[in-house]
C-alpha cells in the first residue's frame, strides 16, 4: 500500500497537476484508491460514462479505440484525467495487459475534495489557461 507522500509523488506526474502544490495534493492523495487487477481485464469501455481519474502505480495498461491499440500505459503514466471534469463517454478503452496496480480518484471525491480546498481550483485554472493560451498562440496567424 503506498502512502501519502508516495501518492503525492504519482500525482505530481500528471501534467493537470502542475501547478498544484504539494499540500494541495496531499488532499488529493488521501482520496486516491489503490486498486489491483488483473491482467486481461477492462478498467472502462468506450462510450462508458466517465467514473475518474486512474494512475498506474505498476503494470501496464492498453488504450483503445474502435479496436486498435493507440496507447500503452506504464508505471507513472495516467489516463481518464479529463473525466474528473468533462461527463461525456469516454473516448477510449483501457485494458490491463498483466497485472497491475493503479491509484483510483472517482469524479464525486474530487468535486468534495475541492468543495473542501478550494485553493486547489486555482492551481487547476493555472494549468489549463496556461494550456488553453499555447493552443490558440498556435493557431494565431
Known amino acids: 500500500m503506498l502512502t501519502v507522500v508516495e501518492r503525492v509523488l504519482l500525482l505530481q506526474t500528471i501534467n493537470l497537476f502542475s501547478d ?3 499540500e494541495q495534493l496531499s488532499f488529493l492523495a488521501a482520496i486516491a484508491e489503490e486498486i489491483t487487477v488483473g491482467p486481461g481485464r477492462v478498467i472502462y469501455r468506450e462510450n462508458d ?3 475518474g481519474l486512474y494512475v498506474v502505480v505498476s503494470g501496464t495498461l492498453m488504450m483503445r479505440r474502435g479496436g486498435a491499440d493507440i496507447d500503452r500505459i506504464g ?3 495516467s489516463f481518464g484525467v479529463w473525466a474528473l471534469f468533462d461527463g461525456a463517454p469516454r473516448l ?3 485494458e490491463t495487459i498483466d497485472q497491475s496496480r493503479l491509484l483510483f480518484i472517482s469524479r464525486d471525491d474530487f468535486y468534495e475534495a475541492l468543495s473542501d480546498h478550494v485553493d486547489i481550483v486555482e492551481g487547476l485554472f493555472k494549468h489549463l489557461v496556461q494550456r488553453l493560451r499555447k493552443l490558440v498562440s498556435a493557431v494565431e496567424v
Open 75 to 77: 508505471p507513472g503514466g
Open 20 to 22: 498544484v502544490n504539494t
Open 92 to 94: 477510449t478503452s483501457a
Open 49 to 51: 460514462a466517465p467514473d
